[in-house]
């Protein structure tokens, strides 16, 4: 950056420039700064819209709402208390978030993928995790396998559902296991930090030699299995329901 080398490049590179007096370069780092400025804040709005058409989409998945709801209902509502409030110029602003039903489709499905992606980076850190898996009819008549996670994060205990994933065909204890296992390997979790398997009594959990405990087994030693408590509570129940009817309280 020395100014002999600078006056030599400008001669060489740029001779067509090199007879301008300097106040025609300081115009051209004004308008340069100018433009940078107008683009920063172009993306800075920009990004506020985008965030507020995510945080706009949570709220309506998480009131299990109608993805229409946000450009027929919500959007027009915020336009029209913002130009009352605050004028019309705040309400346009408020005109440029995206809410159309594509666009908060979209917004929930990115934000479910995080939510997932984040999970899975929790099992990964913590050192050991336990889950608890049950299979049912769906009103399709369509089979579904449920599955539960409890892990350690930040130093407490919590739970979330892994996945619900249809089981096409057979419900059987292999097949079960051929669903989760395959989960395990293609999002990387290892079986060995697994400590803890829990499930209902029907033969396709339990079963001594075909069950999907069983095939859990075969390499996994270290795992513990328990049944499920509300199951326990309702094997009571039935069990004990002829002589509860008749208990005077």
Do not use: W
């Given at each position: 950056m020395k100014p002999s080398k600078l006056q030599r490049h400008l001669n060489t590179k740029h001779a067509t420039l090199s007879k301008k007096p300097i106040e025609y370069f300081e115009r051209?780092?004004?308008?340069?700064?100018?433009?940078?400025?107008?683009?920063?804040?172009?993306?800075?709005?920009?990004?506020?819209?985008?965030?507020?058409?995510?945080?706009?989409?949570?709220?309506?998945?998480?009131?299990?709402?109608?993805?229409?709801?946000?450009?027929?209902?919500?959007?027009?509502?915020?336009?029209?208390?913002?130009?009352?409030?605050?004028?019309?110029?705040?309400?346009?602003?408020?005109?440029?978030?995206?809410?159309?039903?594509?666009?908060?489709?979209?917004?929930?499905?990115?934000?479910?993928?995080?939510?997932?992606?984040?999970?899975?980076?929790?099992?990964?850190?913590?050192?050991?995790?336990?889950?608890?898996?049950?299979?049912?009819?769906?009103?399709?008549?369509?089979?579904?396998?449920?599955?539960?996670?409890?892990?350690?994060?930040?130093?407490?205990?919590?739970?979330?559902?892994?996945?619900?994933?249809?089981l096409e065909g057979h419900t059987r204890g292999k097949d079960i296991y051929k669903k989760v296992n395959e989960f395990f390997e293609k999002e990387g979790l290892n079986w060995k930090n697994c400590v803890g398997v829990c499930t209902d009594g029907a033969a396709a959990m339990t079963g001594q030699d075909l069950g999907f405990t069983a095939f859990v087994k075969a390499g996994n030693d270290h795992i513990t299995f328990t049944h499920c408590m509300i199951h326990r509570e309702a094997l009571v129940v039935k069990k004990n329901c002829t002589r509860i009817k008749h208990c005077v309280f």
């Open positions: 051209l780092l004004q308008t340069s700064n100018k433009e940078k400025n107008t683009l920063e804040n172009y993306v800075t709005l920009n990004d506020k819209y985008l965030l507020a058409s995510y945080e706009v989409s949570y709220l309506i998945a998480k009131t299990k709402k109608p993805f229409t709801i946000g450009e027929q209902l919500l959007l027009p509502a915020a336009i029209r208390m913002s130009e009352i409030v605050h004028g019309k110029q705040y309400a346009a602003e408020i005109s440029k978030i995206p809410l159309s039903n594509d666009t908060v489709s979209k917004r929930i499905s990115d934000i479910s993928n995080d939510q997932f992606q984040q999970l899975l980076m929790r099992l990964k850190d913590s050192s050991k995790f336990a889950i608890q898996l049950d299979e049912s009819t769906d009103i399709s008549n369509m089979a579904q396998l449920l599955l539960f996670v409890r892990y350690i994060y930040e130093g407490s205990i919590h739970e979330d559902i892994l996945f619900c994933r249809p």
